[in-house]
C-alpha cells in the first residue's frame, strides 16, 4: 500500500525543488494538493511518477514539474484571478487554486469538464469555476486576468487572451506547430499594446483545438 502523503513530499523535494524551482508557494501547493485523487483509479499508484498520464478523451494529467514550472514562471499572487485553458482532469487547476484568489478554468471536453469539477468540489475547493467550452476564446466575462495559463499548445498564443490580460498580468502557455516539440512562453503585457515575451522551455504538450488554435490535430506538420 502506498503511503500518497509520503510520496506526494518526495515528489516535491526530488522532481520539482530538485529541478531548481524555488517559489514557496508553489512548493506548498504542490505539496498539499492529493495527485492521487486526479488520475484514474487504476493509474493511482503511478500518481507521483514522474511524468504524464492518461486521463480519458486521449488527455493527459500534466507532469508535476511542468504544472510547478507554469505557476512559478506565471509569479502568482494570492490576489490574482487566473484562467486556466484545458482543465483536463482539473489537478493544475487545484494547484493554481490553493495559490490565487480566483480560478476560471475550461475544458473543451464536456465529460473531462464534469470530472474535474466533481473531485475539485469533493476536495472542497470554493475559489475555482469549472466550464466546457472553447477556451481558446478565453472567458471574456471573467476578465481581466492576472494570469492566463494554458496546458495544451497552440500555434500563436490566442488574440483573445492577449485582450482578456491585465495590463501588468502574465500569461504561459505551450506554442508550436510540430506535434511533438513546443516551447513554453511566457508573455508579460506591459501596456494596452504592449507585450513582453520570454522562452522557458522545450516541451510537449497535446493540441490546442478551437477557433484561435487548432482546427484539428491533423493540421499540425508534426
Ligand atoms: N493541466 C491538466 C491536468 O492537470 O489534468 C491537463 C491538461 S491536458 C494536457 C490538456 C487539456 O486541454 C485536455 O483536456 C484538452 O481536452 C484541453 N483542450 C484542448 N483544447 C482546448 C480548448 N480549446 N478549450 C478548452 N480545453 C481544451
Redesign the pocket.
Known amino acids: 500500500m502506498i503511503d500518497f502523503d509520503q510520496a506526494r513530499q518526495l515528489m516535491v523535494e526530488r522532481q520539482i525543488a530538485g529541478r531548481g524551482l524555488h517559489d514557496p508557494a508553489v512548493l506548498a501547493a504542490m505539496k498539499r494538493v492529493p495527485r492521487e485523487a486526479?488520475v484514474p483509479k487504476q493509474l493511482r499508484d503511478a500518481a507521483y511518477e514522474d511524468g504524464?498520464l492518461p486521463?480519458g478523451?486521449?488527455?493527459?494529467?500534466?507532469q508535476p514539474y511542468i504544472?510547478a514550472l507554469m505557476a512559478e514562471a506565471a509569479c502568482l499572487g494570492k490576489h490574482d484571478r487566473v484562467l486556466?485553458?484545458?482543465?483536463?482532469?482539473?489537478?493544475?487547476?487545484?494547484?493554481l487554486g490553493e495559490i490565487a484568489a480566483h480560478v476560471d478554468s475550461?475544458?473543451?471536453?464536456r465529460l473531462?469538464a464534469e470530472r474535474?469539477r466533481e473531485v475539485l468540489q469533493q476536495l472542497g475547493y470554493r475559489n475555482i469555476c469549472v466550464h466546457v467550452?472553447?477556451?481558446?476564446?478565453g472567458w471574456p466575462r471573467g476578465a481581466p486576468y492576472e494570469v492566463i495559463i494554458?496546458?495544451?499548445s497552440?500555434p500563436d498564443v490566442p488574440p483573445a487572451w492577449r485582450e482578456q490580460l491585465a495590463i501588468g498580468g502574465r500569461l504561459v502557455m505551450p506554442v508550436g506547430r510540430s506535434r511533438f516539440r513546443q516551447y513554453l512562453v511566457c508573455v508579460e503585457r506591459i501596456g494596452e499594446e504592449d507585450y513582453a515575451e520570454r522562452k522557458l522551455a522545450a516541451v510537449q504538450?497535446?493540441?490546442?483545438?478551437?477557433?484561435?488554435?487548432?482546427n484539428d490535430s491533423r493540421d499540425q506538420d508534426g
Open positions: 486526479f504524464p486521463i478523451q486521449g488527455q493527459t494529467i500534466s504544472v486556466e485553458v484545458g482543465t483536463g482532469s482539473g489537478y493544475a487547476a487545484a494547484v475550461i475544458e473543451r471536453h473531462l474535474a467550452g472553447d477556451g481558446t476564446l494554458a496546458s495544451a497552440g504538450f497535446v493540441p490546442l483545438i478551437g477557433a484561435q488554435g487548432w
